[in-house]
């Protein structure tokens, strides 16, 4: 059971390892253990061994859904061996102590100028910390913060016209920067998304958004740079599997028309979460447990084709942009060589902490100055 602790931190996972392996020898122990081995071996990337313990387990499982499901936890396995084996040439800048707290922080969004950060935290000193919540953390709010000569300022809560003492996540802005789109847990309102507009940088009162977005579950959305196509991810009737993305355009009364999948190129039976559209208006990213991951949730890109009318095929952002765990959400810039994304990794402050990537590989964009001299 300690080892089970550990698979649902925010550390290192792997230190389950020791704890599970001791388990697996004893005499009498529930099968469920070379599952719980596998995770902590494959979030430690010892793909192997991980696949050997969910081969065990397999042998001891007889629906066929839990068969299919482990069978794709062992893919994901495999892909992560490839991905290792080929790095994307990235840098990672975790954006400092003066950001980052010991508490999560997550869900980073800029608009494509990087003139303000917002993004969600569980820190201590949220407008709802007067308790924990019952999974040991404070309730989420949503904290901004601007540049100053290249580095962050220190995050302000946004206080009473965005926050509660529920939770508030932030989950889209718009590449402008004028709308930030929302996902609250509230007792009245579960699983909607709301807007906040940006008045002369400061947001103002929430607004769920209309009935034809917010219909069943939803969890996160973009806009597009022009404001007339929403993205976002809805787990509703009629969908691939769990949750979908979906897109809406804007009717001429300025509301949101009846939304339509994407389709089986980019939606599957797992869940697909966290559209990005980037401000060029035809690349969306992504994430998914069911596309060719490294496990759990894994982040991609496809482009809208306008001459076929069709969505590319999906392709996995690459190792280490993408991890063995969560890999959740990312937020571009205008020219999309820099992004910011959250993720447990070495060096942190502790737990999920703020990174901004730049993507080494990525064409450089220049500008073209004609003057007199």
Request: net charge negative; glycine share 8%; hydrophobic share 30%.
């Amino acid at each position: 059971k300690l080892g089970i602790c550990y698979l649902y931190t925010n550390i290192n996972k792997a230190l389950a390892i020791p704890y599970l392996e001791k388990a697996s020898k004893q005499p009498k122990v529930d099968n469920r253990v070379w599952n719980d081995l596998g995770l902590a071996y494959q979030y430690g990337s010892r793909f192997d061994d991980a696949i050997k313990a969910y081969t065990k387990y397999r042998a001891t499982l007889s629906a066929q859904k839990d068969i299919d499901d482990l069978e794709h936890r062992i893919e994901t396995c495999e892909n992560g061996k490839e991905y290792v084996k080929h790095p994307v040439n990235v840098t990672f800048q975790n954006l400092g102590m003066n950001v980052n707290s010991s508490f999560p922080d997550y869900y980073p969004f800029v608009p494509e100028n990087e003139s303000f950060l917002i993004f969600t935290s569980r820190r201590k000193g949220n407008v709802g910390a007067a308790q924990v919540e019952v999974d040991g953390y404070y309730s989420s709010d949503i904290y901004i913060s601007l540049p100053v000569n290249n580095l962050w300022t220190k995050p302000k809560n946004m206080g009473g016209m965005v926050n509660t003492a529920l939770d508030e996540q932030a989950v889209g802005l718009t590449p402008d920067g004028q709308t930030m789109l929302m996902y609250i847990d509230h007792i009245d309102s579960l699983g909607n998304i709301y807007s906040s507009n940006n008045k002369a940088g400061s947001f103002q009162r929430m607004k769920k958004l209309s009935e034809n977005v917010n219909s069943f579950y939803e969890t996160a959305g973009s806009i597009t740079k022009d404001g007339s196509i929403i993205f976002f991810a809805s787990e509703r009737p009629g969908g691939q599997g769990e949750t979908d993305i979906y897109m809406a355009r804007k009717l001429p009364n300025g509301s949101w028309a009846q939304a339509q999948n994407l389709g089986p190129k980019v939606n599957t039976k797992y869940k697909e979460d966290f559209p990005e559209i980037a401000p060029d208006g035809k690349t969306l990213y992504f994430s998914s447990q069911g596309h060719a991951g490294m496990g759990d949730f894994d982040l991609f890109k496809t482009v809208w084709d306008e001459a076929t009318n069709t969505w590319s095929q999906p392709v996995n952002l690459g190792y280490p942009v993408n991890s063995v765990g969560d890999d959740r959400s990312i937020s571009f810039t205008e020219n999309n060589r820099v992004a910011y994304i959250s993720a447990v990794r070495d060096g942190g402050y502790g737990d999920l902490d703020l990174y901004r990537i730049k993507f080494n590989d990525a064409e450089d964009r220049y500008t073209v100055l004609q003057c007199t001299v």
